[in-house]
């Protein structure tokens, strides 16, 4: 695994202009870097990486099982009582997934440790899925590349198709696809994964998530009072379960993607129950609750992460009993999970980030996040990849 420095394509920004993607600089910050790229092995990717990560899934998804029939285990992870019918019936029904992304730790030479399960509402699909592919694409024409180069990405590919499955599962209904308003980045990854599902040909429309409504039936509607039967919401499970709406879920005739019972996996509490499951796997670091730290005794240095926490946000790090915030936000109130201490790997005085995604249950592609901090945010630079060896 290396970082290797390249020369950024002549008037990219204008070829990102073209393809609408808009959030390539936020707040005047990069976000899209192509001035340096890194370069795995094949071998890296499948036993490093690819293999690791199906494996880990089949993992959650055993801890989901356990979690929806056990009310302690559902009361650990804060799930909001009166919402444990609608997310085991979600898992019981079989409530079909379309994608989810794993965050590791990995340098190449040890094993890759994950950090978390991004399974309800993953972002950066659209610079993973598409633009890295196309940056790939351009430099191997342009001579900057070997032709040899390859990338782990069939990321694109494996979503159309996917909603092709899902379709055939769910007919005659049209897919409302929806994210909340000023937010960008959001708004291009919910029209990205509308392209993808017009590529399969099921019937697409849009819609904000503040502008959604409720019927006198207790449907939820669009702007043209068309009920909703089946979405796609960018929007996180424990926001929805908390808002005034939260008491129709699970009441209408509505498909979900994601399924309720990804409010399990993107839960935090994933990693302590991961840890009681499957103890001392090689991919996963000991992580415990707050209520079980006398058995984290032995670990000098521990990072704390609330429940619900998302990009980075109200991440501590304790050592010797000291806490030191590394980064703020909302979160915290739901409680807390202790996970021990283990950086992100260091490339050009960097801390790198591997997010590995999977459609359905299969591994299908990896992005790079990259920042001077150890705790990795919404900012944290996005760099391409290569297979190449």
Known sequence: ??????????????????????????HGETYWDESAFYQFSLNQIENDLEQPTEEI???????????VHDEEWLTKFKLPPNQWEFIRDSWLNGDPSLYSRLDFAYDGKNPAKLYENNADTPTS??????WQWLWLQ??????????????????????VNRFFDLQVLTPNR??????????????GTVQYLEDCANAAGVNCKFVYVEDIGVDKNGNFTDLDNQVIT???????????????YGQFLGTNNIRWIEPPWKAVL??????????KMFPDHPNLLPSFFEDELNKAANFSSLVKKPLFSREGANISIINGGKEKTESDGPYGDEGFIY?????????????????????????????IREDKSPVTQDMSRFLPHIILG
């Open 339 to 367: 996970q021990a201490t283990h950086f992100l790997p260091k490339f050009s005085d960097n801390y790198t980030l591997i997010g590995s995604w999977l459609v359905d249950d299969t591994a299908a592609g990896i992005s």
């Open 138 to 159: 351009d430099n191997v024409d342009g001579g900057k590349l070997n032709r040899g180069a390859d990338q782990f990405n069939s990321l694109q590919e494996k979503l």
């Open 230 to 244: 089946w979405m796609f919401k960018l929007y996180p499970w424990e926001f929805m379960m908390a808002e005034e």
């Open 125 to 130: 699909i659209y610079e993973t899925g598409f």
């Open 1 to 26: 695994m290396l970082r290797q420095d390249i020369k950024q394509r002549k008037e990219w920004q204008k070829k990102a202009a073209e393809f609408g993607f808009k959030f390539h600089t936020m």
């Open 174 to 187: 049209t897919l409302h696809f929806a994210c909340c308003k000023d937010t960008e980045e959001d708004r």
């Open 266 to 275: 993107s839960n935090k509490a994933l990693m302590p129950a991961l840890w």
């Open 57 to 67: 899934h089949q993992m959650c998804l055993e801890v989901v099982n356990q979690v």
